[in-house]
């Protein structure tokens, strides 16, 4: 009867722990295929976010092709650019260093054309210097004739009208009283008193050194006003300075 019982409890021990083996694997595979389930959810999930970045990283590398060319046709244009803009550098570079040398040229003529005057100017001088005691000679002469002519027609000897020889100009001057160094004129105190007339060429020195010439545009009776024919006078010319013809 004992044995009967302890086959029994053991029989009953042993269907327990079946059913309980049974009972964890039924719940082992039940969690299994859930956990199957998510993981395929999770992979056609991932699947198809790497479907949208790979469609997105197509788009992208053609977007990026599409720059890459852009690039390079934007390079291609910027090197003739520099090279168009290098020509112009070149070419100015080469006009303007012409036109350097043509001006030093010029300066050295006019230089040299100054020099000139000024020793002309000297000339001129020195021969009206030397017409002045002709001059006087002359007036005196011209005085003495009159002088017999008047009384050739008191006595009634002859009918003649009074003589008048015209001596050579003498040569006025005056002083610089204004500049404008904007637009390149002067005002001097030599007018139409002093027999100056517009378009009269005037000379402007200081020291007995010929600066340049200037040209009379507009008259007054004591005043006149003159161009300055050369930048570099406009510059140099202060008040005060001779102006003469």
Known sequence: MTKLTIWHILTAIVILALLAVAWYLFALNKTTNTSNRQLTEQKRYVERELEELYKEKKALDAEFAGMKQEKE????????????????????????????????????????????????????????????????????????????????????????????????????????????????????????????DKGDTLFVLRDNKLLGKVVVEKTDYELCVAKMLYKSLADEVKKGDLVCN
Not at 81 to 94: C, G, L, P, W
Not at 117 to 140: F, V
Not at 159 to 167: D, E, G, N, R
Not at 176 to 186: A, K, M, Q, R, T
């Open 73 to 196: 046709s934007l390079i291609s244009k910027v090197s003739d650019y520099e090279a168009k803009i290098e020509e112009i550098v070149s070419r100015n570079e080469t006009r303007m260093r012409d036109q350097e040398i043509e001006m030093s040229r010029l300066r050295a003529l006019l230089s040299q054309k100054e020099k000139e005057l000024s020793i002309k100017d000297a000339e001129i001088n020195s021969l009206r210097e030397a017409l002045r005691p002709t001059n006087d000679k002359i007036k005196e002469l011209t005085g003495k004739l009159n002088k017999v002519s008047k009384k050739l027609i008191k006595g009634g000897a002859v009918s003649l009208q009074p003589i008048t020889v015209t001596a050579a100009p003498s040569k006025v001057s005056g002083k610089v009283l204004e500049i404008n160094h904007d637009y390149g004129f002067l005002v001097a105190d030599i007018g139409a008193k002093a027999g100056i």
